[in-house]
C-alpha cells in the first residue's frame, strides 16, 4: 500500500514530537550534594584541595563527568588571599540527585529561600542525611562551611575554618544545618548556625556531625 504525502509528514512529525518530549523530560544532571561520608580526619580536610578532591571522587563514583567544588571558606594566610565559598561554586542552576532544583543562581541560594532541607540535601547517592529533627540517631545535620549566611569567610580572629581545613585539633569550624532544624525546632540556616566544639572527628560528632560539607558543580 502506497502511503500519501500527508501521512508519511504526520508520522515523521509525531516521531519528532515525541523525541522532543522525551529530551524535554530527561533529568537534570546532578549539580549538589551532601557528601555521603568526611574525609575521616575531622575538619582537616586537606585543605581547599583535599575538600574539592573528595567531592570530585564521590560524584564520578556516580557516573558524573562534571567539575566539583566544595562549599568552604577559607581565611587569608601568609600570601594567600581569603576565599569565599559563594565565590567557588560557579553560576547555577543546581540539581540534587533526584533533579530537583536547589537554587537558580548564587543569589537565590544566599538571599532567597533556596531548597536546601531535609528532604532535598540529598547526597551523591540521592539519600537524605540523618536529622535529629527528623529523629534520625546519630544525628549528623551540621554541614561545615567555614561561612557566613552571605557565603562569606568569617573575620580572622573568630577562626571558623579549622586553620584553612588543615586542623584537626585546635580551633572550631562554622557548620550550617541541611536539614534546616536547631534541635527540633525549623527555622535555622543552612550555611551557618554555630561553630563546633572542635576540629577533631569527636568535637564534630559531639554536636552533631560528621566532617560532611556540600559540593557544588561548577560548570
Known amino acids: 500500500m502506497k502511503l500519501s504525502t500527508t501521512v508519511i509528514f504526520g508520522v515523521v512529525f509525531?516521531?519528532?514530537?515525541?523525541?522532543?518530549l522525551a529530551q524535554d523530560d530527561e533529568q537534570p544532571a546532578m549539580g549538589f550534594f551532601v557528601t555521603s561520608v568526611g574525609v575521616g580526619n575531622g575538619a582537616d580536610l586537606g585543605g581547599?584541595?583535599?575538600?574539592?578532591?573528595?567531592?570530585?571522587a564521590l560524584a564520578e563514583a556516580t557516573g558524573s563527568d562534571r567539575t566539583w567544588a566544595a562549599y568552604l571558606s577559607t581565611q587569608?594566610?601568609?600570601?594567600m588571599a581569603a576565599v569565599d565559598a559563594r565565590d567557588r561554586i560557579g553560576a547555577g542552576?543546581?540539581?540534587?540527585?533526584?533533579?530537583?532544583?536547589?537554587?537558580?543562581?548564587?543569589?537565590?541560594?544566599?538571599?532567597?529561600?533556596?531548597?536546601?532541607?531535609?528532604?532535598?540535601a540529598l547526597n551523591e547517592n540521592g539519600n537524605t542525611i540523618n536529622s535529629g529533627g527528623?529523629?534520625?540517631?546519630p544525628n549528623q545535620h551540621d554541614i561545615l562551611t567555614g561561612s557566613n549566611m552571605d557565603g562569606t569567610v568569617f573575620t580572622p580572629e573568630s577562626?571558623?575554618?579549622?586553620?584553612?581545613?588543615?586542623?584537626?585539633?585546635?580551633?572550631?569550624?562554622?557548620?550550617?544545618?541541611?536539614?534546616?532544624?536547631?534541635?527540633?525546632?525549623?527555622?535555622?540556616?543552612?550555611?551557618?548556625?554555630?561553630?563546633?566544639?572542635?576540629?577533631?572527628?569527636?568535637?564534630?560528632?559531639?554536636?552533631?556531625g560528621a566532617g560532611l560539607f556540600y559540593c557544588f558543580a561548577t560548570d
Not at 587569608?76 to 600570601?79: A, C, D, L, M, Y
Open 14 to 20: 509525531a516521531a519528532l514530537s515525541t523525541f522532543a
Open 48 to 56: 581547599l584541595a583535599g575538600a574539592d578532591a573528595h567531592c570530585q
Open 76 to 79: 587569608s594566610e601568609g600570601r
Open 93 to 120: 542552576p543546581w540539581h540534587n540527585a533526584n533533579g530537583i532544583v536547589i537554587a537558580a543562581d548564587t543569589n537565590v541560594l544566599h538571599y532567597d529561600n533556596s531548597n536546601i532541607n531535609y528532604g532535598m
Open 134 to 137: 527528623m529523629s534520625n540517631s
Open 159 to 208: 577562626d571558623g575554618t579549622c586553620s584553612n581545613w588543615t586542623s584537626s585539633d585546635e580551633g572550631n569550624a562554622g557548620v550550617g544545618h541541611h536539614d534546616r532544624f536547631r534541635g527540633t525546632t525549623p527555622g535555622s540556616s543552612w550555611n551557618y548556625v554555630h561553630p563546633s566544639r572542635g576540629c577533631s572527628q569527636e568535637n564534630l560528632q559531639g554536636s552533631g
